[in-house]
């Protein structure tokens, strides 16, 4: 079974199958996820803000951001 932690969550914490355990984290914080190879960081709204390529260091900067 798997664990999931829930940032920026706007409502209730749907039931979902195959995870049995959902942390949900009331502030509204930028985070980041991580692999081997990348790591991806987000924005409060949690837009993609940057990736950054492990092997090389190399880290690309993105502003996304919605049309108004």
Known sequence: MSHVKLLNI???AP???????????DE?????????HLSAAFSEQGL???????DSG???????DFVR
């Not at 993609?48 to 492990?54: F, P, Q």
């Not at 190399?58 to 996304?64: A, D, I, S």
């Open 48 to 54: 993609l803000k940057a990736v950054t390529l492990k």
């Open 10 to 12: 706007v409502g209730y």
């Open 28 to 36: 509204v914080k930028e985070f980041s996820i991580h692999s081997d």
């Open 15 to 25: 039931k979902v199958e195959g995870i049995e355990y959902f942390e949900v984290v």
């Open 58 to 64: 190399l880290t690309v900067p993105l502003h996304l």
